[in-house]
């Protein structure tokens, strides 16, 4: 697998994020104009197809790095594919001096979240009629 970080939005990010987010969970919301500053990271199998994606930015009301819009493509749930693109996530703020990482995560997904080291924080928040929560790390 090769993992790659990206100063602009690639096509493959926006693919993968269409395929998760738009199809299967019906987000009608998902690009914003985070994603113009964010950094994006795919990771690619053996066969150099993207198979996950992620972005990282700073978040500056929050005054910490920020990791969102995680996405495995279906066939390679359950592979731990996601804690690797997390871990990445981990490398690129610690090299860039961040000391913690947030993010909002889906409630379904706090679980795995949590088994990564994150806590959760504040209230459960609506996004798009799907329940989503703060959670943090320290890194």
């Known amino acids: ?12 990010a926006k693919e993968i994020r269409k395929a998760v987010f738009v199809e299967e969970q019906g987000f009608q919301n998902e690009f914003d104009e985070i994603d113009n500053e964010a950094k994006h990271v795919v990771l690619f199998d053996e066969e150099e197809v ?20 995680l996405a ?5 749930r359950g592979k731990n594919i996601g804690s690797v693109m ?4 981990e490398k690129y703020v610690q090299k860039k001096g961040g000391k913690n990482i947030i993010l909002h995560a889906q409630c379904r997904v706090v679980k795995f979240y949590k088994k990564l080291g994150f806590i959760e924080f504040g209230d459960i928040e609506n996004d798009e ?4 929560v703060w959670m943090r790390k320290s890194i």
Do not use: D, Q
């Open 1 to 12: 697998m090769k993992i790659s970080v990206y100063e602009s939005f690639p096509e493959y």
């Open 50 to 69: 993207p198979i996950a994606t992620c972005r990282v930015f700073w978040n500056t009301v929050m005054n910490s790095y920020t990791l969102g819009r």
């Open 72 to 76: 495995v493509i279906k066939k390679y």
């Open 86 to 89: 997390v871990n990445e996530v």
């Open 129 to 132: 009629g799907c329940p989503h």
